[in-house]
């Protein structure tokens, strides 16, 4: 009989060590990159303007004072001198437009910084000679949640980054996190998009997604091993307890 018990918890710990082992496939990145093509479309990725970013425009000229006209600043002291002012941003209305010194209401929604750019030069040339117009967005975030070591919303100051770079910053995937099922929310046009990334799979590289838009966000979803230990929460005293009993019960019987 003791040989039978102790080949049952043989069996029982052999169990456990197979169940809570994890399979490569689910833990490597970007398997079999071999092959892997740059896109032009995502080479050249930029962000498009939407509803609620808020636009740094500065317009300069050789002659400095015929610029002044375009460019919007703080509500000036009495005294101040307009070069130490603070410029102030645009706010891109529900309508994707934003009012212009001189020139009125803009449509800027749908556009890229540069495709921006090129407009108002085309359209301020007819007030100041030769304009040099510089556009920031000033409110690109992202947001990474879940199973990541530090979650949380990160600024993004030149207005491009991957899904690797935004986890990066996270400092990655925790060994609980599913690397397959990595969600993607995004708002477009008023409407939330809900996107599945497979962080180990190559095609990663060649998605529309590879690049993120501001206010975009991650979820990392927590894996099976996670899911039960939390189901298990404050129980696991009480069950560890009477696993160990159980067993001290089933060697004294069998002695």
């Known amino acids: 009989m003791n040989k039978q018990y102790y080949t049952y918890i043989k069996l029982l710990v052999l169990g456990v060590l197979v169940s809570s082992c994890v399979?490569?496939?689910?833990?490597?990145?970007?398997?079999?990159?071999?092959?892997?093509?740059?896109?032009?479309?995502?080479?050249?990725?930029?962000?498009?303007?939407?509803?609620?970013?808020?636009?740094?425009?500065?317009?300069?000229?050789?002659?400095?004072?015929?610029?002044?006209?375009?460019?919007?600043?703080?509500?000036?002291?009495?005294?101040?001198?307009?070069?130490?002012?603070?410029?102030?941003?645009?706010?891109?209305?529900t309508d994707g437009e934003i009012n212009f010194p001189v020139l009125g209401t803009l449509k800027v929604a749908g556009f890229t910084s540069k495709e921006v750019t090129k407009s108002l030069n085309e359209q301020l040339a007819s007030y100041i000679a030769k304009p040099i117009v510089n556009i920031r967005l000033t409110n690109f975030k992202i947001t990474v949640l879940g199973e990541v070591k530090t979650p949380g919303t990160y600024p993004v100051p030149n207005e491009r980054i991957s899904i690797i770079e935004a986890i990066g910053m996270a400092g990655d995937l925790t060994i609980q996190g599913k690397r397959t099922t990595v969600m993607l929310v995004r708002e477009v046009q008023g409407e939330r998009k809900f996107v599945s990334i497979d962080l180990t799979n190559k095609q990663l590289f060649n998605s529309p997604y590879y690049y993120l838009a501001q206010n975009d966000v991650i979820y990392v979803e927590p894996n099976k091993t996670k899911v039960n230990s939390s189901a298990v929460g404050s129980n696991a005293g009480i069950i560890l307890s009477s696993i160990s009993t159980l067993i001290?019960?089933?060697?004294?019987?069998?002695?």
């Not at 498009?48 to 636009?55: E, F, M, N, S, Y």
């Not at 300069?60 to 102030?88: D, Q, R």
């Not at 001290?248 to 002695?255: G, K, N, P, W």
């Open 23 to 93: 399979s490569n496939k689910k833990m490597l990145y970007f398997q079999d990159v071999e092959g892997v093509e740059n896109p032009t479309v995502l080479a050249n990725y930029e962000p498009k303007i939407q509803p609620g970013d808020l636009l740094n425009i500065n317009v300069a000229a050789a002659e400095a004072e015929a610029a002044l006209p375009f460019n919007i600043y703080e509500t000036p002291v009495v005294g101040t001198y307009t070069s130490s002012l603070k410029p102030l941003s645009y706010l891109v209305n």
């Open 248 to 255: 001290s019960l089933i060697a004294i019987l069998t002695r």
